[in-house]
């Protein structure tokens, strides 16, 4: 009976030590630009961001044609995609622009925030083939009713393998994150951006 007991268990720990490891992935990495100046002439306020809810998961979810998608047990985000999303954008226009993402801290009095609101609408991911981004934003001058509302459409061809996938969405975050930093940039100057 004991020598039953002692194979059975070796054979789970056999099977557990097969199984094959998880990857994790993050859209922040590589992310940002300068250093922000000592005393920014203005801040930047991301709130959360949204995403759809089919990709509101830990797990990489693909596209494999023919609307199916395959959700992936072994490779996986850091953080939900909606959080990895934010801290890449954060990151990205803050560094474009030289300044200090504030969400959720105080500023000095007077100080000049704009809060970037943003929806992402697709967040396609398909191995070997692209990935693609779809994000409707906005950019408010806190305080001010006048909204400034953008959509920005960033579809990256990829090659094969889940990291060049995840290189690609970090390609398609630094274009809409530039997209919203020249808007920034252009209200802050007193112009009127153009989508």
């Known amino acids: ?96 622009l030289g300044t200090i993402d504030v969400f959720r801290t105080p500023t000095p009095d007077k100080a000049p925030v704009y809060r970037i609101s943003t929806n992402i609408q697709r967040f396609e991911s398909a191995p070997g083939r692209y990935a693609l981004i779809d994000a409707v934003w906005s950019v408010r001058l806190v305080g001010s009713t006048q909204v400034h509302t953008c959509r920005s459409v960033a579809q990256e061809t990829v090659s094969a393998g889940y990291d060049e996938l995840v290189a690609g969405h970090r390609r398609a975050i630094a274009r809409i994150s530039t997209d919203i930093a020249k808007t920034v940039r252009i209200l802050a100057a007193g112009g009127k951006p153009s989508c």
Not at 8 to 36: D, K, N, Q, R, T
Not at 79 to 89: D, F, M, W
Request: glycine share 8%.
């Open 1 to 96: 009976m004991m020598r039953v007991f002692v194979t059975a268990a070796m054979a789970l720990i056999a099977g557990c030590a097969s199984s094959p490891p998880e990857h994790f992935y993050s859209l922040s990495v590589g992310m940002g630009g300068s250093a922000p100046q000592a005393t920014p002439a203005y801040y930047i306020e991301l709130p959360a961001v949204t995403v759809p809810q089919q990709v509101a998961r830990n797990q990489l979810v693909v596209t494999t044609g023919a609307g199916r998608v395959d959700l992936l047990e072994q490779e996986r985000w850091a953080a939900p995609p909606a959080a990895e999303i934010g801290q890449a954008l954060s990151l990205a226009v803050s560094g474009d």
